[in-house]
């Protein structure tokens, strides 16, 4: 019988700093639904979380303090991404794209 491999949750400790810079930004700089608010809070601590490191050993500073400035950047960052995203409108191009593909009309 084969052993699944257990994901590694992250430490509360390595998280905490992300989050508190992550709700803030949210909360208090960003325009929006309370629903958008929180999902970008979550996609600034998922972004810190994973460039913490890096950044740490690349500026030697404190992973908390480091956390924290990610946590507040990245959600500002995240929103310009989707702000961007939603005025290029991909996902209409990609659809046409797929229909002049198959040949089907497209729809106006």
Known sequence: MKRRHKMELPKVEDLLPAVFGSL???WFWLKGSRGRRVGLALFGVAASYYSIDYVS???GVDRGVVGFWLGVFCVSIVDSVFKTWQELGP???IRNTVRAV???KKDD
């Open 24 to 26: 803030g930004s949210a």
């Open 91 to 93: 996902i209409d191009a």
């Open 102 to 104: 198959r040949g089907e």
């Open 57 to 59: 050993v690349a500026f």
